[in-house]
């Protein structure tokens, strides 16, 4: 392990350097104009991270979405990560998972009755243009997991980081996990600490703001998950009546866990609370689930013992395997996927509506 540490620290350590530097000059290019960013008519928000993957990006999201949607007539664009389309494609009640991604796909589903447009776009630029034509009066963008994409300027800047990865314990890639170097921090506006921990003590909260140093004007705010009910991934194989709940379970269940997110951990956790045993089948964030990994969940869960034996999956991961054309019949009856929603500590000065409610209704662009 020492040996793989030192080989790591002196190949990738020096490339991670190099990478900060091309960073540093990418930035330095924007601020001074030698790149233009696109200012729209519109005020944008923006919602992403300084580090790879797991930071929470949808679930907040949809918690600003959810929270703006009946003030503003509002889009949510999205690149559609590891979608199978190219360019502009406009959510629909006819769009499958691989046409706009996991995410986008989730985000469309939970608001499909509220009015909200969905779209992926790798150009943001283009995407909003696009957007703008198809409905002129829309009056708030949201982009997710666009921090780094600096040809759109936002009106607000939402950064995400994790409790368990805080970036001043962090390098950047590849030796770390870092996009851009903790400076970057300077851009945002909001900066949210996620998944901390119940009963997290104000002494935690204290070294983050000590360590972050923020500036006096930029919010730091916390959150956590509120995992909710189990919910079936095919409520039509699953009469009410038979529907598991996590504390139905004993010692004498099992529970074959399913996840291809970024960091499976707090999912895994979360199901370890209970009394059922726990196993696991982990993939990549974002993976394609192709018939050899239908077939090896399937003899995986054939294998374990229980009196009861159910599947439990993420919600993200809920969105490509129901309608994933391998999905085993025999485990219709008996997946369920797990959803999530944020919540904020109650020691935060302000609320993240507030903060948001605040600085939008300054903005000039603003169109009721």
Known sequence: MAKNKILS???LYPISKIYGWAMAIRNAMFER???KQKEFDVPVIVVGNISMGGSGKTPHTEYIVNTLKNEFHLGVLSRGYKRKTHGFVLATPQSHVDDIGDEPYQIYHKFIDSGVMVAVCE???NGIVEMRH???ELNLIVLDDAFQHRYVKPTISVVLMEYSRPPYKDHMLPYGRLREPMSALNRADVVIVTKCPPGMKPMETRIFKQQLNLFPYQKLLFSNYVYQRLTPMFPENMPAHTRLQLSDLTAADSILAVAGV???RPFIKQLRTYKAKVRIKSYADHHHFSHSDMTAILQKFTDMSGKKKIVVTTEKDAMRLRNNPYF???LRNCTYYLPITVSFADYNDMSLEEILTQLLRT??????
């Open 9 to 11: 620290l002196l190949l």
């Open 33 to 35: 104009g030698m790149l």
């Open 123 to 125: 150009k943001r630029v």
């Open 134 to 136: 198809i409905d002129p």
């Open 262 to 264: 970024a960091n499976p």
């Open 328 to 330: 085993p019949h025999e």
């Open 363 to 368: 903005d000039r662009r603003l169109k009721h």
